[in-house]
């Protein structure tokens, strides 16, 4: 039987504050065990927790960029369930109605756009974390850290509309992109500010009822997500065609050993018991918050990337590239602002971006906020190539300085002598003498073999010492054989 794959992702994305959801306790990341913490977020009797209007700003940006209905009156809600992660055994979340309600996301797929329909987001406090090992030392007890727990969360709940692997993992990849477009999240998969859980199931083609779906917990990154999707739609088809039954349950993604575990039976909205949260009285937005929300959007990648291509006449990959995050956006216009020429050098520094830097970042395996090369001497750079002080071979020379050392090419172009010789009278000289001692190639040149010139132009950079700027060389020396 041929088989429809059906996913819904669920995204937790920790909220970009400086102080948790309900307390003044930092969100740092890294800090020592349970340093970032108090009697509210530890869940202290009698404390009582002040809502952080800075995460509810988030989440209704994040919904303005993705054309959610921004719902004005909301209260908060207890989640009843068995947390051995949060010293309250409840979590303060939203249930009905959300922040957002019904957004929209657009995604290309072997060069189709599809818009993935996205229910809510939702305001929430996150979990503390079990270490179950500490250094290589693996316990056989839990330890409890409650940095993590109440820091601000927004929940964004897909529909299930994502019919393949790839789907979902360009989903996540354009949501991660707008997220950090706006700067309301840093979505650091390895800190876990940003986590995802898949929703599964499959059916016949062209039935209409959804199967059982299948959740899946534990993946740390977007290719784990594809893959644990691939293997779970995989695991279902064989279930089904062995006769058995599907179960609606929560699975792991085991990543070393490429299969989902059965971890436990899952819960559904009854089994949460939610009811309205008494320590937090419901708010009101007026449209005068939204509004100035609204107001201060950046310019999203869509938006960018159209007007790359229109003002500085990008073709469709080298904009696709130079938009994928905000800080590649902003390496490449902050290197253009920078440059002498800024619609000469849109091309080449773009190039320069997209293969010497990248394979130098990658290769690193650093990000582009990291990079040794700042905006403003990559522009130099590409200044002095497109004034002729430098070649296309001797500034990748200078570009391995200028990454070593984060040095100032013009700072390296004057300490090694390495400037282009652009001076004619200087080159004629060259070449001059390039002739003499080439007799064989200059009768094959007047013998109608007009290529017989690149042995003479080797010599002359030979000559020169790499520093004859080529096109003045090929220039000159043909004027000379023509002679």
Same mark, same amino acid.
């Given at each position: 039987?041929?088989?429809?794959?059906?996913?819904?992702?669920?995204?937790?994305?920790?909220?970009?504050?400086?102080?948790?959801?309900?307390?003044?306790?930092?969100?740092?990341?890294?800090?020592?065990?349970?340093?970032?913490?108090?009697?509210?977020?530890?869940?202290?009797?009698?404390?009582?927790?002040?809502?952080?209007?800075?995460?509810?700003?988030? &989440?209704?940006?994040?919904?303005?960029?993705?054309?959610?209905? &921004?719902?004005?009156?909301?209260?908060?809600?207890?989640?009843?369930?068995?947390?051995?992660?949060?010293?309250?055994?409840?979590?303060?979340?939203?249930?009905?109605?959300?922040?957002?309600?019904?957004?929209?996301?657009?995604?290309?797929?072997?060069?189709?756009?599809?818009? &993935?329909?996205?229910?809510?987001?939702?305001?929430?406090?996150?979990?503390?974390?079990?270490?179950?090992?500490? @250094?290589?030392?693996?316990?056989?007890?839990?330890?409890?850290?409650?940095?993590?727990?109440?820091?601000?969360?927004?929940?964004?709940?897909?529909?299930?509309?994502?019919?393949?692997?790839?789907?979902?993992?360009?989903?996540?990849?354009?949501?991660?992109?707008?997220?950090?477009?706006?700067?309301?999240?840093?979505?650091?998969?390895?800190?876990?500010?940003?986590?995802?859980?898949?929703?599964?199931?499959?059916?016949?083609?062209?039935?209409?009822?959804?199967?059982?779906?299948?959740?899946?917990?534990?993946?740390?990154?977007?290719?784990?997500?594809?893959?644990?999707?691939?293997?779970?739609?995989?695991?279902?088809?064989?279930?089904?065609?062995?006769?058995?039954?599907?179960?609606?349950?929560?699975?792991?993604?085991?990543?070393?050993?490429?299969?989902?575990?059965?971890?436990?039976?899952?819960? @559904?909205?009854?089994?949460?018991?939610?009811?309205?949260?008494?320590?937090?009285?419901?708010?009101?937005?007026?449209?005068?918050?939204?509004?100035?929300?609204?107001?201060?959007?950046?310019?999203?990648?869509?938006?960018?990337?159209?007007?790359?291509?229109?003002?500085?006449?990008?073709?469709?990959?080298?904009?696709?590239?130079?938009?994928?995050?905000?800080?590649?956006?902003?390496?490449?216009?902050?290197?253009?602002?920078?440059?002498?020429?800024?619609?000469?050098?849109?091309?080449?520094?773009?190039?320069?971006?997209?293969?010497?830097?990248?394979?130098?970042?990658?290769?690193?395996?650093?990000?582009?906020?990291?990079?040794?090369?700042?905006?403003?001497?990559?522009?130099?750079?590409?200044?002095?190539?497109?004034?002729?002080?430098?070649?296309?071979?001797?500034?990748?020379?200078?570009?391995?300085?200028?990454?070593?050392?984060?040095?100032?090419?013009?700072?390296?172009?004057?300490?090694?002598?390495?400037?282009?010789?652009?001076?004619?009278?200087? &080159?004629?000289?060259?070449?001059?003498?390039?002739?003499?001692?080439?007799?064989?190639?200059?009768?094959?040149?007047?013998?109608?073999?007009?290529?017989?010139? @690149?042995?003479?132009?080797?010599?002359?950079?030979?000559?020169?010492?790499?520093?004859?700027?080529?096109?003045?060389?090929?220039?000159?020396?043909?004027?000379?054989?023509?002679?």
């Amino acid at each position: 039987m041929n088989y429809e794959t059906v996913i819904g992702l669920e995204v937790h994305a920790q909220i970009n504050t400086k102080s948790k959801i309900f307390c003044e306790c930092s969100t740092e990341f890294g800090a020592e065990p349970n340093s970032n913490t108090c009697c509210v977020c530890t869940s202290q009797p009698g404390a009582l927790p002040a809502l952080n209007k800075k995460a509810v700003e988030a &989440i209704v940006k994040t919904g303005l960029a993705m054309d959610f209905k &921004i719902n004005k009156q909301c209260t908060f809600a207890r989640k009843q369930y068995f947390y051995p992660d949060v010293p309250k055994d409840y979590q303060v979340t939203q249930f009905e109605p959300p922040l957002c309600s019904m957004g929209k996301l657009a995604i290309v797929v072997d060069g189709k756009e599809k818009v &993935i329909n996205i229910t809510r987001i939702h305001l929430e406090e996150d979990a503390g974390k079990l270490v179950h090992e500490v @250094g290589s030392r693996k316990l056989d007890y839990s330890l409890l850290d409650l940095n993590r727990g109440s820091i601000g969360l927004m929940e964004i709940v897909s529909e299930p509309e994502m019919r393949s692997p790839e789907e979902a993992y360009q989903y996540l990849t354009e949501l991660k992109n707008i997220i950090e477009y706006l700067g309301t999240s840093n979505c650091n998969m390895e800190e876990g500010r940003m986590r995802c859980d898949a929703n599964v199931s499959i059916r016949p083609v062209g039935q209409q009822e959804l199967g059982t779906r299948v959740e899946i917990k534990n993946m740390n990154s977007f290719t784990g997500v594809r893959d644990a999707i691939t293997y779970e739609v995989e695991r279902q088809k064989e279930v089904l065609a062995a006769g058995g039954k599907i179960h609606q349950e929560t699975r792991l993604w085991e990543a070393e050993e490429g299969i989902t575990k059965s971890m436990r039976s899952k819960e @559904g909205a009854l089994d949460y018991r939610y009811f309205p949260e008494p320590d937090l009285v419901p708010f009101d937005l007026p449209d005068s918050f939204i509004e100035e929300m609204r107001a201060q959007l950046p310019e999203l990648p869509k938006a960018k990337k159209a007007r790359f291509l229109k003002e500085y006449g990008l073709s469709e990959y080298d904009a696709d590239y130079l938009t994928s995050t905000r800080a590649i956006a902003d390496y490449y216009e902050g290197a253009l602002n920078a440059s002498k020429d800024k619609k000469a050098a849109a091309k080449p520094v773009a190039n320069w971006i997209s293969t010497e830097l990248n394979g130098k970042l990658n290769a690193s395996k650093k990000e582009i906020s990291d990079s040794p090369v700042s905006s403003a001497n990559l522009a130099k750079l590409v200044d002095m190539i497109l004034g002729g002080t430098l070649s296309g071979k001797m500034a990748k020379t200078v570009f391995e300085e200028m990454y070593e050392n984060s040095a100032d090419p013009e700072a390296v172009v004057k300490e090694k002598g390495m400037a282009q010789i652009s001076d004619e009278s200087a &080159i004629i000289k060259i070449c001059e003498e390039a002739i003499a001692e080439s007799p064989k190639a200059v009768e094959e040149f007047k013998a109608g073999k007009e290529r017989a010139v @690149g042995a003479i132009v080797g010599l002359v950079m030979k000559k020169s010492k790499g520093q004859a700027n080529p096109q003045i060389v090929n220039k000159i020396l043909v004027e000379l054989l023509k002679k």
